[in-house]
């Protein structure tokens, strides 16, 4: 498969997005446990914050695999 930018820089995005994760997640984390630690955890107001963390970082994920790798539906 033909990528559709060079192999190094299409690394580079991977790894990027792939630490942009991590990040989140340690975020998410620390947030979770800080407020469980001190009893501020609702999970009704907490749990769409993290989803919408999550989300924004799927989104990234889905523009910059479709910016590297051809599809054949062209989407």
């Not at 001190?38 to 989803?51: F, L, R, W």
């Amino acid at each position: 498969m033909r990528l559709k930018v060079p192999m190094a820089s299409a690394n580079e995005s991977l790894i990027a997005l792939i630490n942009r994760g991590y990040a989140v997640l340690g975020t998410i984390k620390q947030d979770y446990s800080a407020k469980k630690e001190t009893g501020s955890y609702n999970k009704a107001n907490d749990i769409p914050q993290y989803e919408k963390l999550m989300n924004q970082w799927g989104t990234e994920v889905v523009a910059e695999l479709t910016r590297i790798f051809p599809t054949e539906f062209g989407m």
